[in-house]
């Protein structure tokens, strides 16, 4: 399976931006999925994950109550809302599925897509 995410650019401290990530190659409704970031000099965290169903969650304490992540299968569609964007939030973000379930940990993700770019200036 190809991912690709789009959706980054350059906003406001305060600003909200939409990250979509697009499945290719064969359906991910049966993978749990996840977005993570990764800033300059800093290791790639996990940012928010959704089971396959879309019932289950997670998301880093830094993101709770901003970021909202969900899925929509039948067209194969990865999103990650931010809201209330802060300049430590700048990073280039990736999103990735993986067989497993409920995992939040990088080595799990058996696919990944080519990051976009958040820049939030303050």
């Known amino acids: 399976v190809q991912l690709q995410a789009f959706g980054g650019g350059l906003v406001q401290a305060g600003g909200s931006l939409r990250l979509s990530c697009a499945a290719s190659?064969?359906?991910?409704?049966?993978?749990?999925m996840g977005w993570f970031r990764q800033a300059p000099g800093k290791e790639r965290e996990a940012v928010a994950a959704?089971?396959?169903?879309?019932?289950?969650?997670w998301y880093a304490e830094s993101v709770k109550g901003r970021f909202t992540i969900f899925r929509d299968n039948a067209k194969n569609l990865l999103y990650l809302q931010m809201n209330s964007l802060k300049p430590e939030d700048t990073a280039v973000h990736y999103c990735?599925?993986?067989?497993?379930?409920?995992?939040?940990?990088?080595?799990?993700?058996?696919?990944w897509g080519q990051g976009t770019l958040v820049t939030v200036s303050s």
């Open positions: 959704i089971s396959r169903s879309g019932t289950w969650t």
């Open positions: 190659g064969r359906t991910v409704s049966g993978n749990d």
């Open positions: 990735a599925a993986t067989a497993e379930s409920y995992s939040v940990k990088l080595g799990s993700y058996d696919y």
